[in-house]
């Protein structure tokens, strides 16, 4: 099992929504974060004074994902959250040694 993690756009996350529905990925985590990369924020002028804004607003989608289908989902997601430009994001992929469902503790892939 892969555990799949990506930093976006905070305005493409309903597309990355629809595109993961779209090829049955249901399961997910959002959440809303702050941070930077290469652009390293930009500047903002609030009444006639100019403030460094180096925290962004983005979005983390996490999900956990059979190993057969962590490509296909990765290509997936950077697909629908692309936009060309600079602070697209990240993805992040991690092995997943276990998964247990709390109600019923199945085990592995059955638990996802």
Known sequence: MKKIEAIIQPFKLEEVKEALKAIGIDGMTITEVRGHGRQ?????????QEYNVDLLPKVKVELVVPSARAEE?????????????IGDGKIFVYDVAEAIRIRNEDRGESAL
């Open 40 to 48: 390293k924020g930009h500047k903002e002028v609030y009444r006639g």
């Open 73 to 85: 989902v990765i290509k997936t997601l950077s697909g629908a959250a692309r936009t060309g430009n």
